[in-house]
């Protein structure tokens, strides 16, 4: 299946799109390229906002206000492997026999999985600005990410037949 299916079947069956990928080999750099796959949208989605601030405030540039956004996403790569482990080790006091790597591959495919919305919603941002229209996109792109990564991490920390580690 090609990840666009994937992303959308996200949207109906979580829990089996997850349970596809964790099917396959052990795969760091497939985990490290979903994260980096989710933080090159998020940084995309991020443009049309940048850009009406930059247009509201000429003293900023949108190049420099563009470069700050990608380097807080690369800060942003160690802070999601933590949460990651996190998640890992807070599953296991309920019974997790996942490992982290199913717990990184459930947290980096939701983040994946919810790109178009927030594409949905830096549009939305570039055209309105600051709404509660925005607010209500901002906590419905909440949730969506909540139901999958949650979703993703039952399978990865309860439907497996891994020993604990």
């Known amino acids: 299946m090609s990840v666009l299916e994937d992303i959308l079947r ?9 349970r596809g990928y964790l099917a396959q080999p052990r795969s760091e750099p497939q985990a490290f390229g979903l994260l980096l796959a989710a933080l090159a949208f998020v940084f995309i989605a991020q443009w049309p906002g940048l850009s009406r601030f930059a247009i ?13 956004q990608a380097f807080g996403l690369l800060l942003a790569v160690p802070v999601l492997y933590v949460a990651a482990q996190i998640a890992h080790w807070v599953a296991k006091p309920f019974g997790g026999r996942g490992s982290a790597y199913r717990s990184r591959i459930a947290l980096f495919w939701a983040l994946l999985a919810v790109s178009p919305v927030l594409l949905l919603r830096g549009l939305l941002y570039g055209l309105i600005g600051p709404s509660p229209q925005l607010t209500i996109a901002n906590i419905l792109i909440f949730v969506i990410f909540l139901v999958i990564w949650l979703a993703g991490l039952r399978v990865a920390e309860f439907e497996t037949e891994e020993p604990p580690r």
């Open 10 to 18: 996200s949207y109906r069956a979580p829990r089996h799109v997850v």
């Open 56 to 68: 509201n405030h000429a003293d900023t540039p949108l190049f420099a206000l563009l470069l700050g």
